[in-house]
């Protein structure tokens, strides 16, 4: 087997996104290798790609992923919000949970908001 014919399902999907994203990729930096790579699952610290190759995924998102792929207890307590609203739009107590949590490991953090951008977030620090 040469390595050209070690992706060929990457490859097909590359060409496919070429016809909707600039160079085929979201990012340039995915540009890389022989062929971007397009995976299909992962678990733990291990990802498998469209063409049933295996890897040690050292990258884990770029930080993100500091627990690996569908890590039991993150699923877990993904699978229990799952059923409750997503957003309200409003207070509530989970919000309140979060930023006392985030206080307790990060002692400095006097007020803790959340924000859907970076302006917003710069707004609510200058009030």
């Known amino acids: 087997m040469t390595v050209k014919d070690k992706w060929p399902t990457s490859r097909a999907l590359l060409k496919r996104a070429r016809r909707s994203l600039p160079g085929g990729v979201s990012s340039p930096f995915r540009a890389k290798f022989p062929v971007p790579l397009y995976f299909r699952d992962g678990c733990g610290s291990r990802l498998e790609d469209v063409d049933g190759n295996r890897y040690i995924d050292y990258t884990l998102a770029w930080g993100p992923l500091i627990l690996g792929h569908r890590h039991p207890r993150l699923v877990e307590a993904i699978r229990a919000q799952a059923d409750r609203p997503h957003a309200y739009g409003a207070q509530h107590e989970l919000e309140l949970l ?27 620090a200058l009030r």
């Open 98 to 124: 979060v930023t006392e949590k985030i206080q307790e490991m990060v002692p400095c953090a006097e007020r803790v908001a959340f924000t859907s951008c970076g302006s917003e977030a710069v707004q609510i």
